[in-house]
Nanobody
Framework: QVQLVESGGGLVQAGGSLRLSCAVS????????MGWFRQAPGKEREFVAA???????TYYADSVKGRFTISGDNAKNTVLQMNSLIPEDTAVYYC???????????WGQGTQVIVSS
């Protein structure tokens, strides 16, 4: 059905940047949203950013506002531009899709981001 594949993770120094990409294949949807979540070792998965396809509205966690930017294309692929990275951003990042039902039902396999101090 729907498959999401993340890429672009890696190891960077504090203050650096990374660009994460999520490629979508299979069945897609015209409404809903695409988002990014992250999970650090020993911690719960948390919301990072999302973009709504109906109006192009973006949403960000307070911890990343002003540093991260989410964008998408007509194929519902999504990109997360991460700037001014800090060690607290270290986590496995997952992209996810909300088909318009109010929850994220589709998930990628994750890509690791490590920010060194």
């Amino acid at each position: 059905q729907v498959q999401l594949v993340e890429s672009g993770g890696g190891l960077v120094q504090a203050g650096g940047s990374l660009r994460l990409s999520c490629a979508v294949s299979g069945r897609t949807f015209s409404s809903g949203a695409m988002g990014w979540f992250r999970q650090a070792p020993g911690k719960e998965r948390e919301f990072v950013a999302a973009i709504s396809w109906s109006g192009g509205t973006t949403y960000y966690a307070d911890s990343v506002k002003g540093r991260f930017t989410i964008s998408g294309d007509n194929a519902k692929n999504t990109v997360l531009q991460m700037n001014s990275l800090i060690p607290e951003d270290t986590a496995v990042y997952y992209c996810a899709g909300d088909p318009g039902l109010g929850r994220f039902d589709y998930w990628g396999q994750g890509t690791q981001v490590i920010v060194s101090s």
